[in-house]
């Protein structure tokens, strides 16, 4: 585990996305202590800290990310009690406890837009984006919601309309407005007093506006035809992405920098410039510790993209990047980037490529539930769709909720051992010889890679904490040195089913480190071959061997 008050730099962060996690009261739906009661298998990971998504009181039209009290756990999660016992175990368990702050958006039944939209002479009156209607009634520009249509709704009470990114039931907060930023701050306060480590910021790309509402340019699709989505079609020059952000995220950083040791994540938008903001985001000693991008989760996988990622991973600037191959709002990488295709049974050997690929990344991780256990994204019949975007879009685009289908515990039991109950989305049967329970008694399953790979990244700190070189490697190998501190560590991946051979004077002098995956390179002189999405880890210098490493070998 890392320790000290940069805990955050280079650590393992383990998302939990409470209503598929565990269920602990037979209603179908993950709870508070569903979470508890598993986190020793979290632990035992070895990671640093868990993320937990919202478990805040809502409607749940958008499973959370709707908020209507930011100081209240929903009842279907549980209690503030059970929060609280949540946290001092995972603290016991030496993890660290990040939770959701959603700060660009409430649920309308939220008190503060139930009161802000009655009056504008309410206290809460300009801490929503409201604006005119057009002269001939239309809404005051052309921004688009990401979930389709116009991003404004109009509210007959004040006669404006209001802004809303995502869903019509999520107004946009105005944090151009001292009292509205004021009262996001509190919230953060509040879970900050009872404990918690720091924060993910949810779309951070969204929190201001240009305040003059202008519209934004167009943006031709790229082969001619009109896409599903319309958000495409526009350059988001005025909606997002505004300058004013950084004034709001040193808000949140003055906020966190009263409780040593905490930390913040922002979520970064997968639009054009993504790993730049990630840097500037997180850059200096007054913005945030760190941030990810959507990006990676929207493209394919191929020689070109990977090697693009590690030149991102590598370039030496100011900030700190943490790395996500899935989470709740795209679809799991196995299936994703497949190189069979989406519809194939995933390869076991490229989901401990991928692996492997991630603990090599300079900065810090972020491991989405079940992507440990290599589940592929879950096919669901249109019946089956709860996700209001997948509703909207089907069957271009199914949704989210293929990758939010609850955790696999027992193999043999019903609903895989999540609930006793018909669970909210329902656990494919792919998934059944997946679980937890019939990985734990194999020491090749996918579970034990990711144990041994986040233990070969402790235990190395030019992996976890160094600076990243790219080597310019021919397709379809992919490598780079990880240096630190005396340390100097060679990786090269085969992103391809066929084996391939690799050279390198400084080979025969290295030391392979302990292959971890089952697909490990073999040696002869200064020439490797590695097989089928192989791996190759390698100490350039002599260093120390860690206890980890001789353990592995024994």
């Given at each position: 585990?890392?320790?000290?008050?940069?805990?955050?730099?280079?650590?393992?962060?383990?998302?939990?996305?409470?209503?598929?996690?565990?269920?602990?009261?037979?209603?179908?739906?993950?709870?508070?202590?569903?979470?508890?009661?598993?986190?020793?298998?979290?632990?035992?990971?070895?990671?640093?800290a868990?993320?937990?998504?919202?478990?805040?009181?809502?409607?749940?039209?958008?499973?959370?990310?709707?908020?209507?009290?930011?100081?209240?756990?929903?009842?279907?999660?549980?209690?503030?009690?059970?929060?609280?016992?949540?946290?001092?175990?995972?603290?016991?368990a030496?993890?660290?406890?990040?939770?959701?702050?959603?700060?660009?958006?409430?649920?309308?039944?939220?008190?503060?837009?139930?009161?802000?939209r009655?009056?504008?002479?309410a206290?809460?009156?300009?801490?929503?984006?409201?604006?005119?209607?057009?002269?001939?009634?239309?809404?005051?520009?052309?921004?688009?919601?990401?979930?389709?249509?116009?991003?404004?709704?109009?509210?007959?009470?004040?006669?404006?309309?209001?802004?809303?990114?995502?869903?019509?039931?999520?107004?946009?907060?105005?944090l151009?407005?001292?009292?509205?930023?004021?009262?996001?701050?509190?919230?953060?306060?509040?879970?900050?007093?009872?404990?918690?480590?720091?924060?993910?910021?949810?779309?951070?790309?969204?929190?201001?506006?240009?305040?003059?509402?202008?519209?934004?340019?167009?943006?031709?699709?790229?082969?001619?035809?009109?896409?599903a989505?319309?958000?495409?079609?526009?350059?988001?020059?005025?909606?997002?992405?505004?300058?004013?952000?950084?004034?709001?995220?040193?808000?949140?950083?003055?906020?966190?920098?009263?409780?040593?040791?905490?930390?913040?994540?922002?979520?970064?938008?997968?639009?054009?410039?993504a790993?730049?903001?990630?840097?500037?985001?997180?850059?200096?000693?007054?913005?945030?510790?760190?941030?990810?991008?959507?990006?990676?989760?929207?493209?394919?996988?191929?020689?070109?993209?990977?090697?693009?990622?590690?030149?991102?991973?590598?370039?030496?600037?100011?900030?700190?990047?943490?790395?996500?191959?899935?989470?709740?709002?795209?679809?799991?990488?196995?299936?994703?980037?497949?190189?069979?295709?989406?519809?194939?049974?995933?390869?076991?050997?490229f989901?401990?490529?991928?692996?492997?690929?991630?603990?090599?990344l300079?900065?810090?991780?972020c491991?989405?539930?079940?992507?440990?256990?290599?589940?592929?994204?879950?096919?669901?019949?249109?019946?089956?769709?709860?996700?209001?975007?997948?509703?909207?879009?089907?069957?271009?685009?199914?949704?989210?909720?293929g990758?939010?289908?609850?955790?696999?515990?027992?193999a043999?039991?019903?609903?895989?051992?999540?609930?006793?109950?018909?669970?909210?989305?329902?656990?494919?049967?792919?998934?059944?010889?997946?679980?937890?329970?019939?990985?734990?008694?194999?020491?090749?399953?996918?579970?034990?890679?990711?144990?041994?790979?986040?233990?070969?990244?402790?235990?190395?700190?030019?992996?976890?904490?160094?600076?990243?070189?790219?080597?310019?490697?021919?397709?379809?190998?992919?490598?780079?040195?990880?240096?630190?501190?005396?340390?100097?560590?060679?990786?090269?991946?085969?992103?391809?089913?066929?084996?391939?051979?690799?050279?390198?004077?400084?080979?025969?002098?290295?030391?392979?480190?302990p292959?971890?995956?089952?697909?490990?390179?073999?040696?002869?002189?200064?020439?490797?071959?590695?097989?089928?999405?192989?791996?190759?880890?390698?100490?350039?210098?002599?260093?120390?061997?860690?206890r980890?490493?001789?353990?592995?070998?024994?």
């Open positions: 585990m890392v320790a000290g008050a940069e805990w955050w730099r280079g650590a393992v962060l383990y998302q939990v996305y409470p209503r598929s996690f565990a269920d602990s009261n037979g209603d179908g739906i993950g709870d508070l202590r569903g979470i508890e009661a598993r986190l020793d298998h979290i632990a035992g990971l070895g990671v640093d868990i993320w937990i998504c919202p478990f805040y009181a809502s409607p749940g039209r958008d499973f959370g990310y709707d908020v209507s009290d930011h100081l209240a756990v929903d009842p279907q999660f549980g209690t503030l009690e059970d929060f609280d016992r949540l946290l001092r175990a995972a603290h016991a030496g993890l660290k406890v990040l939770v959701d702050l959603v700060g660009g958006h409430t649920s309308d039944r939220h008190p503060w837009f139930q009161r802000s009655a009056s504008r002479q206290p809460e009156a300009e801490w929503y984006v409201w604006a005119d209607p057009s002269p001939d009634g239309t809404p005051p520009n052309n921004w688009l919601s990401v979930f389709g249509g116009a991003a404004w709704t109009w509210e007959p009470r004040r006669r404006q309309y209001y802004l809303h990114h995502f869903l019509s039931s999520q107004p946009s907060l105005n151009h407005n001292p009292a509205a930023l004021e009262a996001v701050l509190a919230v953060g306060e509040f879970w900050l007093q009872r404990g918690v480590d720091g924060f993910r910021l949810d779309a951070i790309d969204f929190l201001a506006h240009d305040p003059a509402l202008r519209s934004n340019p167009p943006r031709p699709a790229a082969d001619g035809q009109v896409p989505k319309l958000f495409a079609l526009q350059e988001h020059r005025h909606d997002m992405i505004q300058p004013e952000l950084f004034d709001i995220l040193r808000r949140i950083r003055a906020l966190t920098d009263r409780y040593p040791g905490t930390a913040t994540l922002g979520e970064v938008s997968s639009q054009d410039g790993f730049d903001r990630v840097r500037r985001y997180s850059a200096g000693q007054d913005l945030l510790h760190m941030a990810y991008t959507l990006r990676p989760l929207r493209g394919g996988f191929d020689h070109a993209t990977v090697r693009d990622l590690l030149a991102e991973a590598g370039r030496e600037a100011d900030g700190w990047p943490c790395w996500s191959f899935s989470n709740h709002d795209a679809e799991r990488a196995v299936t994703r980037w497949n190189p069979a295709g989406r519809d194939a049974p995933p390869d076991p050997r989901a401990r490529l991928l692996a492997a690929l991630m603990v090599s300079r900065g810090s991780l491991l989405y539930q079940g992507e440990e256990l290599g589940l592929p994204e879950a096919v669901l019949s249109f019946e089956q769709i709860r996700d209001p975007f997948g509703l909207t879009y089907w069957p271009e685009f199914r949704g989210r909720d990758s939010r289908t609850p955790m696999p515990w027992q043999g039991a019903p609903h895989a051992g999540f609930s006793s109950a018909e669970p909210w989305l329902p656990v494919p049967e792919a998934h059944h010889p997946l679980a937890v329970d019939r990985q734990e008694l194999d020491d090749d399953s996918l579970l034990q890679v990711w144990r041994r790979a986040l233990g070969m990244r402790r235990a190395y700190p030019a992996l976890a904490r160094g600076g990243l070189r790219p080597l310019d490697l021919g397709a379809p190998l992919v490598g780079m040195v990880r240096e630190y501190g005396g340390q100097h560590i060679l990786v090269v991946l085969n992103l391809s089913d066929t084996p391939q051979s690799f050279q390198d004077a400084r080979l025969g002098t290295a030391r392979l480190l292959d971890f995956t089952g697909q490990g390179a073999c040696r002869e002189g200064d020439t490797a071959t590695l097989p089928p999405y192989g791996v190759l880890f390698a100490a350039l210098e002599a260093v120390e061997q860690p980890f490493a001789a353990a592995l070998t024994a």
